[in-house]
């Protein structure tokens, strides 16, 4: 799946890809009242828009992202300067309030999260297969602290197409079950499908939970 992923940067072929920063994104958001200043996590975050919205209102914002294609259409299209450096196994990037980790979300761990404060997921959750987003899951949970909120976009396929992909069918049930053990979801919206495509998003406000909150 990885490689597949890389291929589709390389040759690309990324339709996924808005030119417009995410409606639900914007419309959703303001509700979750993250603080200006959080650092936001955006794993596998591709050379998204939503990003620089992010940064409009007054977030440090931290990509993760596997494709190096990705990354510097990215900083090129965003033409402002560029430091470089090394840390932790990942080569970064920093264009402004936008700081952009290329490597393995997996190897991102806990040392490097230190200072994140919320996350913004409309591509990872998605573009993974069943059998890793239970990690993801796992993983996501490791990285955010306990009362950071966050804002998932997931989707699902028109019926006969689940097991299409990536983007990959996850429904509501999966969300749930991938992440009530250690956030509290809330369903903000479903939206209406999509024409020619058969996606309907579906759109979730998560808290880490606490030590002392119950499942």
């Known amino acids: ?39 936001v996590l955006v794993p596998l975050c591709g050379k998204s828009l939503d990003m620089r919205w992010l940064a409009r209102q007054g977030h440090p914002v931290l990509g993760i992202e596997l494709a190096p294609e990705a990354v510097e ?19 970064v990037c920093r264009q ?30 998605i573009a993974l297969p069943p059998a890793t987003r239970q990690r993801y899951a796992f993983h996501l949970a490791q990285l955010i602290p306990p009362g950071a909120r966050g804002l998932l976009v997931a989707l699902t396929r028109a019926p006969g197409e689940e097991q299409a992909g990536p983007p990959f069918h996850v429904s509501e049930a999966e969300v749930r079950e991938l992440f009530a053990p250690n956030f509290r979801l809330t369903l903000l919206a479903r939206g209406e499908p999509e024409a020619g495509s058969g996606f309907r998003e579906h759109v979730w406000a998560l808290v880490r939970r606490g030590p002392l909150d119950e499942a």
Request: glycine letters at 12%.
């Open 73 to 91: 259409q990215f900083l090129a299209e965003g033409g402002e300067p560029v430091s470089r450096y090394r840390q932790a196994g990942f080569e």
């Open 96 to 125: 402004g309030s936008v700081e952009l980790w290329r490597g393995d979300v997996f190897h991102f761990h806990i040392e490097q999260a230190a200072e994140i404060g919320a996350f913004y997921d409309r591509a990872a959750l």
């Open 1 to 39: 799946m990885e490689n597949a992923w890389l291929a589709r940067w390389r040759e690309g072929r990324i339709g996924f890809h808005r030119d417009a920063p995410h409606p639900a994104l914007r419309r959703h958001w303001p509700g979750l009242a993250v603080p200006a200043g959080t650092k």
